[in-house]
């Protein structure tokens, strides 16, 4: 145990000192007197650890092998500790963390050997071997306190030959050591200063440079251009482009491109941060975890001195009972602190990725071809704002899922120990509970898929009423685009609220475990615990605790059943977004040089429209299985009518024949066929009728309105000439523009 902090400190600190010496010196920096001081007691306490090496080398028979392994271990480390300091002085603003984390742990870790060799030693503390081990303890809290002493002009310090970003109120944690940042010190002037007056904008702290968008956006499209081109090099010799190519078609064979990997996009720029967070979270889960252990021994200390008891054996030693409440408060402290570092590094992930993704739609907005326009501002804007807040929500719950599957783990083996078999009761509860919330699982889905189509098509409506609002107010068609918003927005709210019924069945069925885990826990356990081992007050003190600590996971996983199911459909739609076609470049040949020709637009015999063969066809397709849909509901209704006016002739006979068996004698009736049979016939055959002129005519029709719109254009604009496209509405003009700009096909 004690040589862990060096073997890390060894394993660290060859890649630290090639990227500390990589940097190059500091500008001003000095060989200040704390420095100084911090250098003399390294060199001390090296020399402590190597005379507690000749000490133990020559009492071997005393403290064995192990001693002398660890105290040279220790003296490599203290020599790799002692090259990194000097070089993190002059060439770092801020120390290192190996360095505070080596010096803090061998200080804590030092007391458990000097504790044993005091016990170990007839002497005790008169015998100098102890009372080293006590000095190097001593010096290892010193070099860790002096450590976290900053450099006098560290906001100042710059390398020679750099540019330094100058903001008017720089954030001070870039500057801050490794204990400020993770006791959120370096917020202590900005509390105090809210603590004497109300905060104003001026005040608050600029953002750290880490989170600045713009090179978040150039590491993310440094990655995308990479992907891009080795994805078109692979797609040449794909099956599909050399098919293209052979049937002459080169704009086919340019689209088909592979799709666009965001995940591996989004880890790339920020995977770095976000893995990191996995560090604070394991020492959270470690130190969360020890406290019903401790308090299982507390609690044991405290039986212990019950007069029972002290009937059978002797009480346990005061020191113990102390050690554990201190051990309980350490640990409440240290996963406090570890979870806040959690946190925050989980919240400055998610804040990049939101950053990486709002850039990536933006930048596709504005690339995409005019096919894909069609779907308007408002499936862009929802894009960037509920779908991007979705996969960011569930971006940031990555961690709590597998760490809440830790914690469920390491939960049930405890609590195993504490009652053995009858935790198959707990898990048995578990199980169905599990089962029942899996059945409901794809009813979120489905509602949230159906929720966010409604809320596209919302925003289309209402863009649609604001860019074309005069015309609606000349002709008076505010009461049809009332209706229409209406009837998406209730059937948005109808989804919705179809969704959040099953998040309250779901999450309900998730907070009944626990009380029906404890009720099977203790009712199987005190059936079958043995003589030995009884269902006494600690065992069920400390079972309640574990189960309690139990809700948490189950509660984190019951909160991101939602956000994955909503994740996983705005993940599905960016990617869909970020993949469509985009503008072909090549539809325009562009000259760089602009003295090359005095033209600068040439058309010659110029054939135009807005969409692809591909998307054409696609739109034949989708026309095509809406009126057949339509048929089948015309069909339908069509039945469904003449049912009703057969039951209404059914009836209508009835009464008839009632009223002549009540004034005549009673006689066999024949039953009369019902005439509308006929009826019924005609409206089906009506129908059919109608779909298949429909389906007649829906191919022609919709390769008129979507194939080309412009012919055999010939065009020339002389550079700097002032040309005007005069023409009534429809006829072509923007649609002129879009073909010189590229946008036309």
Not at 91 to 101: D, G, R, Y
Not at 239 to 247: H, L, S
Not at 281 to 301: A, D, E, H, N
Not at 462 to 471: M, P, R, T
């Amino acid at each position: 145990m004690t040589l862990i902090p060096s073997v890390l400190l060894m394993i660290s600190v060859s890649p630290r000192l090639l990227t500390v010496v990589s940097k190059g010196r500091l500008e001003s920096v000095r060989a200040t007197p704390i420095f100084l001081f911090k250098m003399v007691a390294v060199l001390a306490a090296f020399a402590i650890q190597l005379g507690i090496l000749v000490k133990v080398i020559s009492d071997n028979s005393l403290y064995g092998t192990s001693s002398i392994l660890s105290t040279v271990v220790y003296l490599v480390g203290l020599a790799a500790a002692g090259l990194l300091h000097w070089f993190e002085h002059f060439n770092m603003v801020n120390p290192a963390s190996s360095l505070l984390v080596f010096w803090l742990f061998s200080a804590l870790i030092s007391i458990f050997p000097t504790r044993s060799w005091i016990q170990a030693t007839p002497e005790g503390l008169s015998s100098p071997l102890p009372v080293l081990k006590l000095v190097f303890t001593i010096l290892a809290f010193l070099v860790f306190i002096l450590e976290n002493i900053p450099k006098p002009n560290y906001k100042s310090l710059t390398r020679p030959n750099t540019a330094r970003q100058i903001q008017p109120n720089p954030s001070p944690e870039p500057y801050t050591n490794y204990f400020k940042r993770v006791t959120f010190f370096w917020l202590l002037p900005l509390l105090r200063l809210g603590k004497t007056r109300s905060l104003r904008m001026e005040d608050l702290y600029n953002i750290n440079p880490k989170l600045l968008s713009y090179p978040l956006y150039l590491t993310t499209k440094a990655k995308l251009d990479a992907d891009e081109a080795i994805a078109i090099e692979k797609a040449q010799t794909g099956a599909a482009i050399n098919k293209a190519q052979e049937a002459g078609d080169e704009s086919t064979a340019r689209r088909l491109t592979p799709r666009i990997n965001l995940a591996g996009t989004i880890f790339h720029t920020v995977g770095y941060t976000f893995m990191s967070a996995a560090i604070p979270r394991v020492f959270y889960i470690c130190f969360y975890y020890i406290r019903p252990i401790l308090f299982s021994q507390l609690v044991g200390f405290v039986a212990s001195y019950t007069t029972n008891a002290k009937k059978i054996a002797e009480p346990q030693a005061s020191w113990k009972g102390f050690g554990y409440v201190i051990a309980v408060v350490v640990a409440s402290i240290l996963s406090s602190l570890f979870d806040g570092q959690f946190q925050y590094i989980n919240y400055n992930a998610g804040l990049k990725a939101r950053s990486v993704f709002v850039t990536l739609v933006y930048r596709k907005s504005l690339r995409l071809s005019t096919t894909n326009k069609q779907e308007g501002m408002g499936s862009i804007v929802n894009h960037m704002s509920t779908d991007v807040d979705k996969v960011v929500a569930f971006f940031d719950i990555i961690h709590i899922l597998w760490s809440a599957v830790v914690e469920m783990i390491i939960t049930i083996v405890l609590l195993y120990k504490e009652v053995r078999y009858a935790i198959f009761a707990s898990i048995g509860v578990i199980a169905v509970m599990s089962f029942i919330s899996g059945l409901i699982s794809p009813f979120l889905g489905k509602n949230q898929m159906a929720s966010m189509k409604s809320s596209d098509k919302r925003i289309k409506i209402i863009n649609e009423l604001v860019g074309a609002i005069k015309s609606v107010k000349l002709y008076g068609w505010e009461e049809y685009f009332i209706k229409k918003i209406t009837e998406a927005r209730d059937e948005q709210l109808m989804y919705a609220r179809l969704f959040f019924s099953w998040v309250t069945v779901f999450g309900t069925i998730m907070n009944m475990i626990p009380p029906f885990v404890i009720f099977a826990t203790l009712a199987v356990y005190g059936v079958v615990a043995p003589a030995g081992t009884p269902l006494d007050s600690r065992r069920i003190f400390t079972t309640i605790t574990l189960i309690n600590m139990l809700q948490s996971p189950l509660g984190q996983l019951s909160d991101s059943m939602s956000a994955i199911v909503t994740g996983k459909v705005a993940y599905d739609r960016l990617c869909d977004f970020l993949n469509s076609e985009e503008i072909d470049e090549t539809n325009v040949i562009k000259n760089s040089d602009a003295n090359a020709s005095d033209i600068a637009f040439e058309v010659t015999d110029g054939t135009f429209g807005w969409y692809t063969p591909e998307a054409i066809n696609v739109a034949i397709e989708k026309k095509a299985k809406e009126d057949g849909e339509k048929a089948r509901e015309d069909r339908g209704k069509a039945k469904e009518d003449g049912e009703k006016a057969k039951d209404g002739e059914k009836a209508k006979g009835e009464a008839k024949m009632a009223e002549k068996n009540y004034k005549a004698s009673p006689a066999t009736v024949e039953p009369v066929e019902s005439s509308t049979t006929s009826d019924e016939k005609f409206y089906s055959a009506a129908a059919e009728e109608k779909a298949a002129t429909a389906g007649s005519q829906t191919l022609p029709a919709t390769r008129g309105s979507m194939g080309p719109v412009m012919h055999d254009i010939n065009l020339r604009i002389r550079r700097g000439a002032l040309t005007a496209v005069v023409g009534r509405v429809g006829e072509g003009k923007s649609s002129l523009v879009g073909a010189l700009l590229g946008e036309m096909y």
